[in-house]
């Protein structure tokens, strides 16, 4: 690989972790760059999943105190993300490439309109706790269906994943957006991986090691920038971000 190829596909995953431990979405930054290099489509996608995972985590790393008391709601949506990551990626490697192009843009739509409700959302939320007595979020089948299907869409393609996350999470969810970004953050580091894993294992040959090692070392130091000044933005301010990038993603998934 040539020098300045491979200096475009280490910025592209520095930047993409930063932009992914914040909100999300960083592959919109890195898959143009590997297609505008001329990789096919499908080892793109691949092996900006792959690369991607150490940036993963790092951000999950720098959300860590975030994440303190989650365990009964991470108990009962880890095992949706994978279930749905294996799903995910499977199908990618099946259906055709348009098979989500639909209801994708769709699904982001409606999760950017949820991250901008969500303080009123979560509001009545806690008033229903409050009255119910209850001092635990409710997972209920919605929630755990929600995060499935997000976990399917991340092991498929994930761009905007973040936003879906944050979007469906916000609304079941009684806690800070940035301990609702600490959950995203380790959910799609768990999609990702086990897409990872899955995709090495069935399909190897899809595969490019010089872009997975170049896209990894730059997405892990990104990550841990991105969580650093994510964990300091005010919650107006996250949220800003969040729904100015679901926006983007919105955009770019319709007119491409």
């Given at each position: 690989m040539q020098v300045l190829p491979g200096l475009a596909i280490a910025a592209?995953?520095?930047s993409a972790g930063v932009i992914n431990a914040i909100v999300g979405s960083g592959s919109l930054i890195t898959f143009p760059v590997l297609l505008a290099l001329g990789y096919p489509?499908?080892?793109a996608n691949?092996?900006?999943n792959i690369g991607l995972v150490p940036g993963g985590v790092s951000g999950t790393w720098g959300y860590r105190r975030e994440l303190s008391g989650q365990r009964p709601v991470l108990r009962r949506l880890i095992p949706m993300s994978v279930l749905g990551s294996i799903t995910g990626a499977l199908l990618l490697l099946r259906l055709p490439p348009a098979a989500f192009e639909a209801i994708v843009p769709v699904l982001i739509g409606i999760a950017v309109v949820l991250v901008l409700i969500q303080p009123r959302i979560a509001s009545r939320a806690a008033s229903r706790r409050a009255r119910d007595g209850r001092t635990a979020a409710h997972i209920g089948p919605l929630a755990m269906g929600a995060v499935l299907l997000a976990g399917m869409y991340g092991g498929y393609f994930g761009a905007a994943?973040?936003?879906?996350?944050?979007g469906m999470l916000g609304a079941v969810l009684v806690e800070s957006l940035q301990v609702i970004n600490a959950i995203k953050n380790l959910l799609t580091l768990l999609v990702n991986s086990i897409a990872a894993v899955t995709f090495v294992v069935v399909a190897p040959q899809e595969v490019d090691w010089a872009v997975v090692v170049l896209i990894a070392a730059g997405s892990l130091t990104g990550g841990l920038a991105g969580a650093w000044v994510?964990?300091?933005l005010p919650a107006r301010v996250l949220r800003g971000v969040v729904?100015?990038?679901?926006?983007i993603a919105m955009t770019r998934l319709l007119t491409t």
């Open positions: 592209a995953g520095a489509p499908l080892t691949i092996s900006n994943q973040g936003v879906l996350l944050i994510g964990r300091r729904v100015v990038i679901g926006l």
